[in-house]
């Protein structure tokens, strides 16, 4: 443990100008704070905040930083307040300490909860002033390397997790490689210790072989360059355990197939002797196809700059090359604590923080804690793909990126409005996977919405949360509608006309805190019509009355037209919008809290969401030989010849077999085809066969299939 003269002839050897004593004050107050307390190791709880303090002062970061490294964790774990911390340190400290302090008092929650929701405080704190990111991810560290001292191994395990998920990334985010390869490490060690062993054990056997393999590598390219006029300092090291064994898993390859697990940098001088030293390396030694990248020209979200190639190096070693200037590499190392920019104590708007700008854009349009820390672990588990718009503007997406993921990276409302794409000039499916150096054109319309399919291709967790927002916002409107219905109509049963005044006097009765929240719980099924006459009229509605099921798909009756068995009486009643249900389907009724029964077809993917629960299975068929008053809706899709007249040929077929198009949606384009979604209204299974039999007999028509979507 540092001790405090220690402590400050560190910050003062970097930072002269250090406010020496508020140091001092600070490393007593900590320690006095702090007494008597003990970690899991044994040792006194205060030698975690000095360590912290050591770990910052270790990338040089200012006097405020290191004194909110000591005093972190005191107003969570001693009865300092911050008020105390306000009065001694200043409104400035005391900010980062509010800012890095967890939400201990949030108890209730599940531990994905609170876990999400000190995220989310940490991120808010964050975009004020980055300090508070280092000084978390120093915590963290520290933590880390003490892990082994917690006896209960289902805590080190969600400790490790959270690291992996969360602190590697960022930490990868603000460019601060050697935490984040630690942090990676030591979480892999408690996760998956026997892998790690594994690799250790084989890294060792190589050296000792091999004998100083990185040494002689590190000799000849250092000579190479110098062959060809480049000075330059060159170095090598292993990649890490955890670095090799994600590679053998997502090339699923045996660590024998592995050809590249080492790593060398050259630094030099200047930007044009990179590509000087590029051009000797390349010009001496084969080169490893598509494993060129330049970050020089384009450099990370991190502003992390270098030139990486991949050459069967000296001894035919295949070797991974990185190439930068001192400046560069400065950054590399240092990553955020590097620029100083906190120094002014603001937020600065370059490139290196739009992706923070972009955590905060998930944060709005996210409904709950635990989603927010989904859509976020998506926008940090992620490789670059770097993309144009026409005008040139450069945008860094996650690979495997959509058009819909460029459009909301564009901006929200470009997003919801997007109804095609351009992909290098050319019309493409919105689902395309983006490459590096495709220039995107976003066609919209004030007319679209967005698809609710979007979500199972999309990858950036703006573009999901975004997504997410709008079909909830319309499923409501749709459940306000149908509880409308069910009201008006059981009001009518008892002779009665609904009023609002009437609707306002029961919602304290009813837990809703509007009439629209009510009209939404009804729909949902959570009441039913008769509920809700019984609340208004006491007296005449004593008698509770069996619901009629409901279901909105049948022309707003509010009832199904074909009668289902096996129903649960008064339970609200729902035909699925994933496989738009038909009499004459095998079909399953689901149970859902605050939705009623669910009814979807036997084979609809959507089941296998219910496996393991059985409890929530109802068995439920069409009603045989009733008479059908109503017409249901089913979706096709149809890929249909891009020529003149062929839309008019494939809904004259529909009318023909005297099906009603209720929705018409074209999802896919191209200069050969159109992929169209269709709602069409049929009565049933049989009637819609037919209509599909017809459309496959038209030379217009290349397929027709029923979907569930």
Known sequence: MLRQYELVERVKSYDPGADEDALNRAYVFSMKAHGTQKRASGDPYFSHPVEVAGILSDKKLDCDSIITGLLHDTVEDTVATMEDIHGLFGEDVARLVDGVTKLSQIETLSDRAKQAENFRKLLLAMSEDI?????????????????????NGEKRARIARETMDIYAPLAERIGIRDWKDELEDRAFAELNGDA?????????????????????????????????????????????????????????????????????????????????????????????????????????????????????????????????????????????????????????????????????????????PEEFLEHTKLEMFSDQVFCFSPKGDLMELPRGATPVDFAYAVHTEVGDSCVGAKVNGQEAPLRTELKNGDQIEILTSADQTPSPSWESFVVTGKARACIRRFVRSQTREQYNRLGQEIIEKAFRREGRKVAKKTLTSVLVKLSCRTVDDLFVAVG???????????????????????????????????????????LIPGMAVHLAACCHPLPGDQIVGIVSTGKGITVHTSDCETLSNFVEMPEQWVDVQWEVGAEDTGNHVSRITVILANRPGSLAAMTAVIGRYDGNISNLKITDRSEDFFEMQIDIEVTDVQHLTNIVAGLRADSAVGSVERSQS
């Open 131 to 151: 300090r508070v990111l280092l000084v978390k991810q120093a915590d963290r560290l520290h933590n880390m390397r003490t892990l082994e001292f917690i006896r």
């Open 196 to 368: 790690r062993a594994s690799i250790v054990k084989r890294l060792q056997f190589l050296r000792e072989n091999g004998g100083d393999l990185v040494g002689r590598v590190t000799s000849e390219l250092t000579q190479t360059l110098a062959e060809y006029g480049v000075e330059a300092d060159v170095s090598g090291r292993e990649k890490s355990p955890y670095s090799i064994w994600r590679k053998m898993r997502r090339k699923n390859i045996g660590f024998e197939q592995l050809s590249d697990i080492m790593a060398f940098r050259v630094v030099v001088q200047e930007v044009q002797d990179c590509y000087q030293a590029l051009g000797a390396i390349h010009g001496h030694y084969r080169v490893v196809p598509g494993r060129f990248k330049d970050y020089v020209s384009i450099p990370k979200p991190n502003d992390y700059r270098s030139l990486h190639t991949s050459v069967y190096g000296p001894e035919n070693q295949r070797i991974e090359i990185q190439i930068r200037t001192h400046e560069m590499h400065e950054i590399a190392e240092l990553g955020v604590a590097a620029h100083w920019q906190f120094k002014q104590n603001v937020m600065t708007d370059g490139r290196q923080y739009r992706w923070l700008r972009e955590l905060l854009e998930i944060l709005e349009h996210a409904e709950a």
């Open 524 to 566: 949902q099924g959570r009441y039913t019509g008769q509920d809700v006459f019984a609340a208004a009229y006491p007296r005449t509605g004593r008698k509770r009355q069996r619901a009629a099921p409901t279901g909105g798909d049948n022309k707003g009756s509010g009832e199904f037209a074909v009668p289902i068995r096996g």
